[in-house]
């Protein structure tokens, strides 16, 4: 069916079909009735589809290709797309028309006749107004008629894909929170096996042979073990609501995404192990310009569990710090019982919008309070509570 549908209207549009149908109906009716008026119905039908398939008629041989300034871009940046069509065939182009779809939108222009070999660019500007990520192409090529009555169309140049990020701002540096593992930070505590050696003790049954000083030990006469001194690391759990039930509005949905990635771009600039959440969205980034490529395709979810603690801690139940961003409308009695979950020892942070707002900070038993109205707040927040 769908192929039958795709020969039936690749060529001659439906609205085609449908002047053929009522062509032909006036002059089957004109025949039984004699009225000239459907003679003349008739007679203009046929003549609009012939001048629309002559319309259609011409070399479209082009070949394109669809080049963008910067694929990566912030809120409010100037995008260019260049489209370059050229004519690779020996004989010259007709006329056409180029429609470029850039997100939902489309930009349509006329592309003239070319002569073998040459070449015609059309660039094309427009300012990234939201975060997206955005589909740019593939251009189609269209030579018909007018009314739409006949076309003939074809899709040229790939799909360019840009990443429209939220707007970040720089931070402070970060509380550290509980550190553990390998930050490279020296702790003070001293263990037997760590990469910062500290020093030697004398063998005591259950070591590891392995970390016995053979030159020490053939001086003394007695085994010696080295020890090292335990380095430690910020693991930091990074959460943000993606319910619109938690917010007011768009724009302060915007403003959360803002900070969940102007948090995560801090982190991973101090190198911190960072693992991100946004409602079915768990990764583990370890670039900047990744993390904000994921922040871009953020989209408000329903589904979102309201409880943003349980799908955290499925996917990362020992960190040492948690940080959540959520709406206005999400009370401090949710907030309070969703984090009862997490670990004793990890620091807590929730951060929430509140437009028109004053910047505050209360501490709650077990986790610290942040209020923002503005992307502008944040730093001010982090450094008071660094």
């Not at 003349?40 to 003549?47: C, D, E, R």
């Not at 180029?98 to 094309?124: N, Y």
């Not at 803002?258 to 192990?273: D, E, H, K, T």
Request: glycine share 6%; net charge neutral; proline share 5%.
């Amino acid at each position: 069916m769908r192929a039958l549908r795709h020969v039936l209207t690749g060529y001659v549009s439906t609205l085609g079909w449908v002047t053929i149908g009522i062509g032909a109906l006036s002059f089957a009716a004109f025949a039984r009735f004699g009225w000239h008026e459907l003679l003349a119905i008739g007679a203009i039908m046929t003549t609009m589809m012939l001048a629309a398939l002559l319309m259609s008629l011409g070399n479209t041989g082009f070949r394109a290709s669809i080049d963008v300034s910067n694929k990566r871009v912030a809120v409010g940046d100037e995008v260019c797309v260049n489209v370059d069509i050229d004519n690779p065939g020996r004989t010259a182009t007709t006329t056409a028309r180029g429609d470029l779809p850039i997100g939902t939108m489309h930009e349509r222009f006329s592309i003239p006749m070319l002569a073998p070999s040459q070449s015609k660019r059309t660039v094309v500007q427009f300012t990234a107004m939201s975060r997206a990520v955005l589909g740019i192409g593939p251009l189609r090529v269209r030579k018909g008629d007018p009314f739409g009555l006949a076309r003939h169309e074809k899709d040229l140049a790939e799909r360019v894909t840009i990443f429209i990020h939220p707007r970040i701002v720089h931070l402070p540096n970060l509380d550290a929170g509980v550190a553990r593992d390998l930050e490279g930070q020296p702790s003070g505590q001293i263990v037997d096996d760590d990469l910062d050696f500290y020093g030697l003790r004398e063998y005591r049954p259950g070591d590891d042979v392995r970390n016995v000083h053979w030159l020490s030990s053939s001086k003394t006469g007695t085994l010696m073990i080295r020890q090292y001194e335990a380095t430690r690391r910020t693991d930091t759990s990074l959460t943000i609501s993606v319910n619109p039930e938690d917010y007011i509005s768009q724009d302060e949905f915007e403003l959360a995404i803002s900070v969940y990635a102007s948090i995560g771009v801090q982190c991973l600039a101090l190198n911190r192990p960072l693992a991100s959440h946004a409602a079915n969205a768990h990764a583990t980034p370890k670039l900047a310009m990744a993390f904000l490529d994921s922040c871009s395709a953020i989209v408000p979810d329903r589904g979102d569990d309201p409880n943003l603690v349980r799908s955290t801690l499925a996917h990362t139940p020992d960190a040492s710090f948690y940080y959540f961003v959520v709406g206005s409308i999400k009370s401090i009695d949710q907030v309070k019982r969703m984090l009862l979950a997490l670990p004793a020892s990890a620091r807590r942070l929730v951060i929430q919008t509140v437009p028109g707002a004053n910047k505050s900070i209360r501490r709650f038993e077990g986790f610290t309070l942040a209020t923002v109205a503005s992307l502008d707040d944040l730093p001010l927040v982090m450094e008071a509570l660094s």
